[in-house]
Nanobody
Framework: HVQLVESGGGSVQAGGSLRLSCAAPTIIYSTYCMGWFRQAPGKERVGVVGIDSYGSTMYTDSVKGRFTISRDGAKKSLYLQMNSLKPEDTGMYYC??????????????????WGQGTQVTVS
């Protein structure tokens, strides 16, 4: 049974920062692509950023220059540093993992393991 566990969500003012964390099993962390997705109220879930096992990344245009994804090999954890937050960043954020066939990907179809989500609210 694979479990991804997110943490770090909360409520912040526009312009503020948050750092999300995702703990993953060793096999998932070492061999799978991972990513962060978000779902705003009344909208579909969309990809925010993906990272492959080599560290290559892919960001959605709306967060480029503000968000940074990283991996910590010692802790087997995935992080999302979010700076200059905007109200439109509000949503439930999900950590995801899936087979890394062709590098980082923002398509939810590639990810088969998901966390429970952590709420981010920007006002």
């Amino acid at each position: 049974h694979v479990q991804l566990v997110e943490s770090g969500g909360g409520s912040v003012q526009a312009g503020g920062s948050l750092r999300l964390s995702c703990a993953a099993p060793t096999i998932i962390y070492s061999t799978y692509c991972m990513g962060w997705f978000r779902q705003a109220p009344g909208k579909e879930r969309v990809g925010v950023v993906g990272i492959d096992s080599y560290g290559s990344t892919m960001y959605t245009d709306s967060v480029k220059g503000r968000f940074t994804i990283s991996r910590d090999g010692a802790k087997k954890s995935l992080y999302l540093q979010m700076n200059s937050l905007k109200p439109e960043d509000t949503g439930m954020y999900y950590c995801a993992a899936g087979p890394c066939w062709n590098g980082p990907n923002l398509s939810g179809a590639m990810y088969e393991y998901w966390g429970q989500g952590t709420q981010v609210t920007v006002s």
